[in-house]
């Protein structure tokens, strides 16, 4: 058996790929829950409202919206940072912006792969203008 500290709360446990016990595991469920039942009530309570009411530290819930898992709606509420741009955030890992921009330049990656621009094949002209295309675009 392979016995452990759990990280959140320090007690032994036998450990079976999660690092925290089955009760802090358990509980870990219930916070959220609360915490979701609360802002689905309140959707325009604060995080440190919410942690004062549903006995959850921010630090917690902040990963929660850090996850995706919530979404806290009042614009006051900008805890995290875009990991593109830095832009203030509700919630997940980059802003609207930066999300259509990637999504932007992955589909141009594919294009780009999937059919030979066609002006390669034009005269010497053209593929110059061409190649002031791309430059453009890079800007
Ligand atoms: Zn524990
Ligand atoms: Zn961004």
Redesign the pocket.
């Known amino acids: 058996m392979d016995l452990r500290n759990?990280t959140?709360?320090?007690?032994v446990?036998s450990y079976n790929g999660i690092p925290?016990?089955a009760?802090?595991s358990n509980n870990d469920e219930e916070e959220f829950k609360r915490v979701k039942d609360y802002l689905y009530d309140n959707p325009g309570a604060t995080v440190m409202e919410v942690s004062q009411e549903t006995d959850v530290t921010e630090k917690q819930i902040l990963r929660y919206l850090r996850e995706g898992r919530i979404e806290i709606r009042d614009d006051s509420n900008l805890f995290l940072d875009c990991e593109r741009c830095g832009k203030p955030i509700k919630s997940g890992r980059f802003c609207d912006v930066c999300v259509i921009e990637m999504q932007r330049e992955f589909g141009a990656v594919l294009k780009k792969d999937k059919k030979p621009p066609e002006k390669t094949i034009a005269k010497s002209g053209s593929e110059k203008m061409y190649i002031a295309d791309i430059r453009k675009k890079l800007k």
């Open positions: 759990c959140k709360c320090g007690r446990f925290i016990c009760r802090c």
